[in-house]
Every structure is written in C-alpha cells, then in structure tokens.
C-alpha cells in the first residue's frame, strides 16, 4: 500500500522504537539524522540495527551521505538484516551520489530534497537509479537555503517536486512534517490543502498526528462511491462512457477512480489490521 502516515522516531531513544512499530503509523522511518544529537550517532546507529534484526521491517532516515557520519550510516546500514525497508537520504543534490547509495544498500531509496539546487534537479534525483521509490521536501530547510518564511513562499517548489515525481513515474510525494504537534486542526488543514495539490501521505512527528494524517487521506464516501459506480460501469459497458452525471469518462478518469479505490481499500486493510492486532 501507498502510506499515508510515516512517522519519525529518534534513533536513540530505544524506549520510544518498539512502540512506534506497534503502532498505527502506515510506516516508521528510524531517524539517525535531525533528531539526534552528534554525542548520540553511535548510539542511534546501534539501536537501529537491534530494531532492524528484529524486525518488522523499517525504513530508516540516515545523514547526508557525503557527511563523516552519512558514511557511518552506509556502512552499517549496508549490513543490516532484510527488515531495512527503505532509506531516506537528506540533503540530495547530486544524483551520482544517490546511485551510490541506492547501489551500496539495494533497497528503496527516497530522496529528501532541501535546497534550491535540490529542487532544480528534481527530476534527475527522481530518476536516478530504478530504487528511487519516492522524492519529497524538506521544508524547513528549503525555506531556510532560500530565504523565505515557509508557507505559500514554498508554493513553486512544492509544484515541482508534485511533476516531478509523476513524471518519473513515482507515488504522489510525501508532505512535509507539520512542526505544531499540538495544532492539530493546522495539521489537518494544511494536509487537505497538500492533497488538493498533488501531495498524498505526510511524515509525522508524533503519534496523535497521525489519525488526522488518515483521516484527511481517505476520500469521503463520495469519492468512493463514485469510483466504484464508475468502474463497474466501466466494467458493463467494456468502453468509454457517459456517467450518470453527464460526464465523459476516459482513460484518464478511470485510472484516477481506480486510484482512489486502492487508498480507500488500503487504508481501511491496515486500520483493521492494526486494530485486530490492539485487542488480541
């Protein structure tokens, strides 16, 4: 399934790894950059390497692969058990170094883009290697290598990354962190407006985020009804149609209500999943 919830969990704090993956977020990113302090790289590195032997798989977020302790992180990570689910690489710019990572670990590669010369060369992070599975933006970053306060100054870029990935062919990218933990009316704002533009799924940084994350990515039931009426019209009449609202459906329109089929009934899979695995 296309995750709508990813949620970030510092790398060092061991108490806080096993119960990320107990819990609802669609998937867990182990983080060994940002959330952890230089004194504790070591550390994080140990940590996720024991939640990785034992499993479920993870993705883990390492440093910039060019730094001393990106470097580290290939290592070890090169290393690691089959749960490495996938890794994001921060602070991508250079798409030979992203082949190098994604040729070293021979797992999903999900570059983080950060600065404007990332942005320029979207597309060709995007297309880098055949394990590039998804590109998205670090925002707080990216604001800060162009000067500006955030939010609609990030308009451009964020339109960038949205052609970019569909034209290499990637999922919808992932939105951003929403830093307010406790604004989560903000959250769900800005995660609807994210979708609206092309987003799908944002990385979260608490756990209460992430039921408001879900709920602004499922379409209503009237999406949902839409699209199985369509397809099963689509179905009776074995060829382009006319809807009952009067509108021509194509290929364009169809691929679009099979899309939104597969949210709706991945999403609703995994919530049942991790709610019969709560109660046992």
């Known amino acids: 399934m296309t995750p709508r919830s990813w949620l970030y969990v510092p790398g060092d704090r061991a108490d806080r790894i096993g119960k990320a993956l107990a819990g609802p977020a669609d998937a867990v990113i182990l983080d060994l950059e940002d959330a952890v302090a230089a004194a504790d790289k070591d550390l994080a590195r140990r940590n996720v390497l024991t939640a990785l032997a034992a499993g479920p798989a993870a993705y883990v977020r390492m440093n910039a692969p060019d730094s001393a302790a990106g470097a580290a992180d290939l290592r070890a990570l ?3 058990p089959g749960a490495l689910a996938g890794v994001r690489v921060p602070k ?3 798409p030979g170094e992203l082949r190098r990572v994604a040729d070293t670990l021979g797992v999903p590669v999900y570059p983080v883009l950060e600065s404007a010369l990332g942005v320029e060369h979207a597309l060709a992070l995007a297309t880098a290697h055949p394990l590039v599975a998804g590109i998205s933006l670090g925002e707080a970053d990216l604001a ?3 000067r500006v306060a955030g939010g609609e100054a990030l308009s451009w870029p964020r339109s960038r990354i949205v052609v970019a990935a569909r ?3 990637l999922p919808s990218p992932v939105q951003s962190v929403w830093t307010a933990v406790r604004d989560l009316d903000g959250l769900r704002g800005s995660t609807a407006a994210g979708r609206a533009a092309g987003f799908f799924g944002r990385s979260v940084i608490h756990p209460a985020q992430i039921p408001v994350v879900h709920e602004v990515c499922a379409p209503d039931p009237a999406e949902t009804s839409w699209a199985r009426e369509l397809i099963e019209g689509l179905a009776e ?7 009952r609202d009067g509108q021509f ?3 364009a329109i169809v ?3 099979r899309w939104l089929l597969e949210i709706a009934d991945a999403g609703n899979q995994h919530d049942q999943i991790f709610e019969e695995g709560h109660h046992s």
Do not use: I, K, P, T
Not at 237 to 243: E, H, I, L
């Open 237 to 243: 009449s074995g060829a382009a149609f006319v809807d």
């Open 255 to 257: 691929a679009r209500a």
């Open 167 to 169: 034209a290499a062919g």
């Open 144 to 146: 800060a290598d162009l």
């Open 249 to 251: 459906v194509d290929a």
């Open 78 to 80: 090169a290393a690691a």
């Open 92 to 94: 991508c710019e250079d």
